[in-house]
């Protein structure tokens, strides 16, 4: 029988992915858990009345004995109520934020807004009584800032806010080493390297063979990590006709030397419903399902735990084959056990926990397989299996399309679950954290993997994020990620290269030729990263690069930092600011892109040409989209499009520009998608 012809991915349903968010996913400006290490002196805690904020729809009560201050804000009945709370004269920076309510009408969730902008939901437990709920932290900026608390799940009373300075997070106490103590070179070699760079950047990864080429083809960078699946491997699956290729994928992308990560969609072992909606191919979702792995477990001599048995084994060959080729695993099974929505979840913690230490002894005491770090995938503490079978803790993480906040809160739940003990990982994104966000919020995160079809979201991840996250200097792309099957068996490398010396630049009009002194290492330099204005513009394995595409005339600053193979990158070189040639006789111009108005799938843009400060006779323009835009019609000048190039030059009355004259030219195009900002390169004569 032929594989159905429905894609055989995992989709993901709309009320499920709505339970992964509030499960897995945290406020952008949330960080602190009750009792975190990381957590605020309650004696430094600045308290905002709720009664003195500003009420919209809601109103001051004072009926419920217990409050602080002159009472409480209640209400929160319709979409629209909301209590605003003006801090003035913030110094900026972390805190920790607080919220003392009562919950009398059951387990309620806020949404929560810094300065007007979406920051996530906060978490009211049922009480009885006056509470305070830890609401995560808030990034403030310098001066006044407000927090807005809306209604959500509604009907709570609001009695007061604190804010306390969040002290820098302490030390990991990581040390990088394996459950499996026969365990490869290879699998020790990536954990060490893992510890190693465990909080000095965050490896970039994508789910999907074919999805990692699109954002290859897309950023010009590949990500650090490929996600595969061991799905088609599942009997249930191949019985029916399906061929695993993942294997294949994953021994290519070894060779391209990056980094393996394995999850597995288990296709129950028998019981598949199969009938419209509950497809066979559906057959790890719980609701496709009958397969009892509760019942299953309590019986070792019974059919269905041989079952399990058997599917192991099945998969223990595809593993082997990586083994065998010298491939390490990143290793992820029975993943997002506590949503329920797949089998081995849906009775609970006790047999998912029980399922995967059956697993851990299946594949390394019988089948013999030795090159895999185990991810355990959860942030309840009831549903963690043991520190005796766990390396590296991991989450999932979907919030709303578009909020790429650092997962923070839920960070801090992964680390308490091994006391910070064991690296943590996103191992599922659909929005992927903003770098930024993740240093000002501490958030160590050592990957993540953005899941197949989310990269290609425009409302999760434009394009010029994308570019943006791939080219942060704290991201760690394929390109820079070293030897890691080689990081020395002997404790991790935790030292950074010396910081290169002697930087200097020789200009051309278009370009600059770099070159420095060589920095020295521990181990061995492998790299360095060459940055412009801040902003990484390319690598070299050598002491030399040439930037090039650059505007005559114009001033850049320069800087290089080296790293080695673990992953350490050594402190900037002193910056080098170098200033363009100008053409021949001193002429030449910039240009300035605005879109003036768009629609549907529709634009008009609207380009500014400015001499510099000799006479200009004749100017050029051209620049690349980075999307999908198409020009259809101009005027003011003449154009000419191939593919995503676009050239426009002068017309014969708007050719000449005295000394610091400008002119421009518009044109109306076609898009879909985002219609982007291009750069762009103005050439005079």
């Not at 070179?185 to 954990?191: D, H």
């Not at 969609?265 to 028998?270: E, I, S």
């Not at 930092?561 to 363009?580: C, E, F, P």
Request: some cysteine.
């Amino acid at each position: 029988m032929s594989p159905h012809r429905t894609p055989h991915r995992p989709r993901r349903r709309a009320p499920l992915g709505l339970l992964l968010a509030c499960l897995l996913t945290v406020p952008a400006a949330a960080v602190l858990a009750p009792g975190s290490a990381h957590a605020a002196d309650p004696a430094a805690a600045q308290v905002y009345q709720a009664e003195d904020g500003t009420l919209n729809g809601v109103t001051a009560g004072d009926s419920v004995a217990g409050y602080q201050g002159a009472g409480y804000v209640e209400g929160f009945d319709e979409a629209t109520d909301s209590l605003t709370i003006t801090v003035p004269d913030s110094p900026g920076g972390l805190y920790a934020l607080s919220v003392h309510y009562d919950g009398p009408y059951g387990d309620k969730k806020a949404n929560l807004l810094v300065n007007g902008a979406g920051a996530g939901e906060i978490s009211l437990p049922a009480t009885t009584t006056w509470a305070d709920a830890a609401a995560g932290s808030v990034l403030l900026k310098a001066g006044t800032n407000t927090l807005t608390i809306s209604n959500d799940w509604g009907w709570y009373l609001i009695d007061s806010v604190s804010l306390t300075p969040a002290p820098p997070r302490p030390p990991h106490a990581v040390t990088g080493g394996l459950t499996d103590p026969q365990a490869t070179p290879g699998a020790r070699s990536l954990m060490t390297y893992l510890a190693a760079g465990y909080g000095k950047n965050i490896l970039s990864g994508q789910q999907d063979a074919a999805e990692e080429q699109w954002v290859e083809t897309t950023t010009g960078k590949a990500p650090a990590v490929e996600g595969l699946d061991m799905m088609d491997y599942s009997p249930s699956r191949v019985e029916r006709g399906t061929v695993g290729k993942d294997t294949d994928n994953a021994i290519a992308w070894d060779k391209r030397g990056g980094i393996v990560s394995f999850c597995w969609h288990w296709n129950a072992p028998t019981d598949l419903i199969d009938e419209p909606g509950k497809e066979w191919w559906r057959g790890f979702y719980t609701d496709s399902t009958t397969f009892d792995v509760a019942a299953a477990l309590a019986d070792p001599s019974g059919a269905d735990y041989q079952l399990l048995l058997r599917d192991i084994d099945a998969i223990s060959v595809q593993l082997k084959r990586l083994q065998d080729a010298g491939v390490p695993v990143l290793w992820r099974p029975l993943h997002e056990a506590e949503g329920g929505w797949f089998w081995w979840g849906a009775k609970g913690p006790g047999p998912a926990k029980a399922l995967y230490r059956l697993m851990h002894d299946r594949l390394t005491q019988v089948d013999g397989i030795h090159n895999l770090v185990w991810v355990w995938n959860s942030v309840d503490p009831a549903w963690y299996p043991g520190d005796d079978v766990v390396d590296i803790v991991s989450a999932d993480s979907y919030p709303t399309a578009g909020d790429h906040g650092p997962v923070a809160l839920t960070y801090d739940r992964e680390l308490s679950l091994t006391g910070d003990t064991k690296v943590a990982a996103l191992s599922e994104v659909g929005t992927i954290p903003d770098p930024d966000l993740l240093r000002a919020y501490q958030a160590d995160w050592s990957y993540f993997v953005a899941w197949a079809g989310s990269e290609q979201d425009p409302a999760s991840n434009s394009v010029d994020f994308l570019k943006r996250v791939y080219d942060d200097p704290y991201v760690v792309t394929l390109d820079e990620l070293g030897d890691f099957k080689h990081s020395g068996a002997g404790g991790a490398d935790t030292t950074a290269p010396t910081a290169p010396t002697g930087l200097t630049g020789a200009p051309t009009a278009s370009g600059v030729a770099l070159s420095w002194t060589a920095s020295t290492d521990d181990t061995a330099v492998t790299g360095y990263d060459v940055y412009r204005d801040g902003a990484k513009v390319g690598s070299a394995t050598g002491t030399s690069y040439t930037d090039t595409g650059l505007v005559a005339g114009t001033a850049y600053s320069y800087s290089v930092k080296a790293r080695d193979a673990a992953g350490n990158i050594s402190a900037a070189s002193a910056a080098l600011t170098v200033t363009t040639t100008a053409p021949s006789g001193g002429k030449t111009c910039t240009a300035t892109y605005s879109t003036t108005t768009s629609w549907g799938s529709g634009f008009i843009a609207d380009v500014t040409v400015k001499a510099g400060s000799g006479r200009v006779s004749s100017w050029k323009v051209t620049w690349t989209f980075s999307g999908n835009q198409k020009i259809t019609n101009a005027w003011n000048a003449s154009t000419a499009q191939t593919g995503a190039s676009v050239t426009a030059r002068n017309l014969s009355y708007n050719g000449s520009l005295a000394p610091g004259a400008s002119t421009s030219f518009g044109f109306q195009g076609t898009f879909s998608g985002a219609a982007t900002t291009p750069a762009l390169l103005c050439t005079a004569s």
